[in-house]
């Protein structure tokens, strides 16, 4: 691995850089495979799985398996995430309130490492709020939200820019941002070619655009956790040097375990892979001075249509959550927690959501027709009938093959995988109908293809 020769220059000044540990590091070793539980669908532990310090849910793997090839994969018992990044943990369980609810933003979410993270840990009642700018990549970032199975959250589709519509209303905003990436080359050599030091300022201008945004739609006093995986100062320390002088930003700090390797610069943190068991990766906290303006409550524009009393009878039996508001776009049924009503219609009015709650199915006159997304959930009732799939057969329904499981009733069944729910079937006398979404399965025909 031939690192550029005007990086390692660059890096000189960067905190905590010792140029020969680096140098060995990219060319010895190689990137740790890392994993996150998801705490509502926790799979079987391994003694293969090591815990990674500062995240209570996020392990480090002895190999990398096939993960395609893992049916609790796509169960969305665990997401593979970089173990670096998992630092977010500590920041938000040290800096935030545990015992209120808190409006929550991911404003460069795709495709959804740190907001699964961010969604297990959120205090009862809050609510997050997943934005990604490109289209493609929203997409993806809902698919995951819908395999972690999340209730309290929507997904918006939107330039940083129009999140100044929404002033002074979120407590936490992660801006994990676009940027040149040279934390990630073990991972991805070839992304050392589209590495330059003009890349490097480019990205920097832009990350100030984003933060700009961010930094109006943040509550005096709320936090603004800000990430890249980029070693060059540029992006980081100078980034935030910017946002504490031009926006009066304050820094926050964390107790970290010396053990962990991380080092503190001024102001943030940087993981660097010959001291952290990880990738590349910078952050920092900045606080909102508390200036006492009032939350802003965006005024409802948009009112809500709930489903009818007797569309209601169509649905209940699908659903396990009596309080639950369940709304009606376009003849689709979504759930979506009856407390968040109103920030529901706030964020309707005033941004391009794409997602939100738990899409149930669509109502036809006397039926519902259920949504993959509600097989996924909690809120599937406990009525619904299941069928158990071995390894093959799973592998068989997830990948859209023919397949016939020995006992399964008849009608709308959901797959599951040792006990945890992976998508729909519709069970006939001779064969079943496989409704896993054509755009999520496995295409790849086995492990050596
Ligand atoms: N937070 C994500 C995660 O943990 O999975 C990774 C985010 S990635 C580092 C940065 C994201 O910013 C990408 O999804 C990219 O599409 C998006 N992005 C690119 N240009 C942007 C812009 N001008 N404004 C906001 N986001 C942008």
Same mark, same amino acid.
């Given at each position: 691995m031939l690192l550029p020769a005007s990086l390692l220059d660059q890096l000189c000044s960067a905190p905590g850089f010792d140029r020969a540990g680096f140098l060995q590091a990219h060319q010895e070793a190689q990137a740790p495979t890392s994993i996150r539980l998801n705490p509502s669908k926790l799979p079987p532990l391994n003694d293969a799985m090591q815990p990674i310090g500062w995240s209570r849910q996020g392990y480090y793997l002895q190999q990398r398996p096939s993960f395609t090839f893992d049916p609790l994969f796509h169960a969305g018992c665990y997401y593979v995430q970089e173990a670096s990044s998992m630092l977010l943990e500590q920041a938000f369980v040290q800096l935030m309130p545990q015992d209120q609810p808190l409006r929550v933003l991911d404003l460069c979410a795709a495709p959804g490492g740190k907001s699964t993270h961010l969604y297990s840990l959120l205090p009862a009642g809050s609510f997050l709020m997943a934005n990604e700018v490109i289209r493609s990549r929203a997409l993806v970032l809902r698919d995951n939200l819908i395999r972690w199975g999340t209730q309290n959250a929507m997904v918006t589709n939107n330039d940083p820019e129009q999140f100044r519509a929404l002033k002074n209303y979120f407590d936490w905003i992660t801006v994990d941002a676009p940027c040149s990436g040279s934390g990630l080359f073990r991972k991805d050599p070839d992304a050392i070619e589209h590495w330059s030091p003009a890349a490097v300022q480019h990205c920097a201008a832009r990350q100030q655009r984003i933060l700009s945004a961010a930094w109006e739609a943040l509550r005096p006093g709320g936090i603004l956790f800000y990430s890249t995986c980029s070693y060059s100062v540029e992006e980081n320390e100078a980034v935030a040097a910017w946002m504490i002088r031009e926006l009066k930003a304050k820094p926050r700090s964390l107790v970290l375990q010396s053990e962990w390797g991380i080092t503190s610069t001024d102001p943030g943190y940087r993981c660097w892979p010959d001291k952290t068991r990880g990738e590349g990766f910078y952050c920092c906290c900045l606080q909102k001075p508390d200036d006492r303006v009032p939350?802003?409550?965006?005024?409802?524009?948009?009112?809500?249509? @709930?489903?009818?009393?007797?569309?209601?009878?169509?649905?209940?039996?699908? +659903? @396990?959550?009596?309080?639950?508001?369940?709304?009606?776009?376009?003849?689709? +049924?979504?759930?979506w927690p009856s407390q968040l009503r109103s920030e529901w219609e706030a964020c309707v009015a005033l941004l391009n959501v794409i997602y939100s709650g738990v899409r149930i199915g669509e109502l036809l006159p006397d039926k519902l027709v259920p949504d993959h997304a509600l097989a996924q959930n909690s809120y599937l009732s406990n009525t619904v009938a299941l069928v158990s799939l071995s390894l093959t057969e799973a592998i068989l329904y997830l990948q859209r093959k023919p397949f016939m499981p020995s006992q399964t009733a008849k009608g709308w069944t959901v797959a599951t995988y040792q006990e945890f729910t992976l998508g729909w079937i519709n069970a006939l006398s001779t064969r079943i109908n496989n409704y896993y979404p054509k755009e999520l399965r496995i295409i790849k025909d086995s492990l050596a293809s």
């Open positions: 939350t802003f409550l965006p005024r409802v524009q948009k009112a809500l249509r @709930s489903v009818s009393k007797n569309e209601m009878s169509i649905v209940r039996p699908w +659903v @396990s959550s009596e309080d639950a508001l369940y709304l009606l776009l376009h003849q689709t +049924v979504y759930a």
